[in-house]
């Protein structure tokens, strides 16, 4: 079973940046994050699938980049002109098999059919 462990969480003041690392323990079909705040439904943010094709929520389109280095089976999420309500833990997710490998507004994370998923990683910003 792919392993991934997620790191780069931390404290910043609105306006600032974050990257958010996951490294995972072997290749994957579909990567993406996910991102959870207190009292709310976990959501997708960011996909990247193996062709290198990406989708992101729109709450975070052109604030927020993902990308893998293949050779160090690792994703990547850049966080810029990071907000308040992006205040939440953040999760890694693959697919090893075909997936939804694409961020859909309102669906739940089981959609998505990942296979894994890392402890996560938590990510306050303040005003």
């Known amino acids: 079973q792919l392993q991934l462990v997620e790191s780069g969480g931390g404290s910043v003041q609105a306006g600032g940046s974050l990257t958010l690392s996951c490294s995972a323990s072997?290749?994957?079909?579909?990567m993406m994050w996910f991102r959870q705040a207190p009292g709310t439904e976990r959501e997708g943010v960011a996909a990247?699938?193996?062709?290198?094709?990406?989708t992101y929520a729109d709450s975070v389109k052109g604030r927020f980049t993902i990308s893998k280095d293949n050779a160090k089976n690792t994703l990547y999420l850049q966080m810029n002109s990071l907000k308040p309500e992006d205040t939440a833990m953040y999760y890694c997710?693959?697919?090893?098999?075909?997936?939804?490998?694409?961020?859909?507004?309102?669906?739940?994370?089981?959609?998505?059919?990942?296979?894994?998923w890392g402890e996560g990683t938590l990510v306050t910003i303040s005003s």
């Open positions: 072997n290749s994957y079909w579909c």
């Open positions: 990247v699938h193996s062709d290198g094709s990406t």
């Open positions: 997710a693959a697919a090893i098999f075909e997936a939804r490998c694409t961020v859909v507004a309102g669906r739940s994370p089981d959609y998505y059919g990942m296979n894994s």
